[in-house]
């Protein structure tokens, strides 16, 4: 039983250290100048590069083949991402100009709208814009002056037609005293002339 252990033990790590090989063997083979990330090929240059010491010092010899491609990749690199770059500022300056002018017809949208509003709740009054509730006061406080000066001139036709009865009823009155006074003048004249006549026949049978 002991022995079936170490057997399995033994088999384990030996598929443990072909994995670890193979694993180190496709990293290896998949390292290049050729291909990948800069940083893939830094460790390419890395790992294939010798080293020595000297003066107590490492140092890393590396060929200057790979040097120069390492180079020329790391600088089209560069290139690329300085093409992104300026693609990418072309792209923000077209989004900021593109931005600008929303901004600017929002601007211009937003006027509009508080001019519709502005002119939705107003009224035209005399030719001016008027707020409705500016409008309201203004209507109502002309129909309260008019009614106002309607009650006045009703109140006034009535105390000038109550007026005009009171001046017919003593217009009558004076009539009546007038005639009746005219009627007593008449009277006492006619009475004056028969006295007078009674006292001239008198005076003619008196002779």
Known sequence: MKSFRILLLALSALAL????????????QELSL?????TSQFEFIYKKSGNYRSEGKRYEVVRILSLDKLRQNVLDTLKVYAQKESELKTTIAGHETTIADL???LEETTKNLAGVTEEKD???????LVSKVTYNTILWTIIAGLLGLLLFF??????????TQEAKTSLSEVEEEYEDHRRRA??????ISRQLQDEINKYKKAK
């Open 154 to 163: 009703i109140y006034k036709f009535r105390r000038s037609n109550i007026l």
């Open 34 to 38: 050729d291909k990948g990330p800069i």
């Open 103 to 105: 901004n600017k017809k």
């Open 17 to 28: 250290n072909l994995h670890f090989a193979n694993a180190q063997e496709e990293e290896s």
């Open 186 to 191: 008449l009277e006492r004249e006619q009475k």
């Open 122 to 128: 107003s009224m035209s009054f005399l030719g001016m």
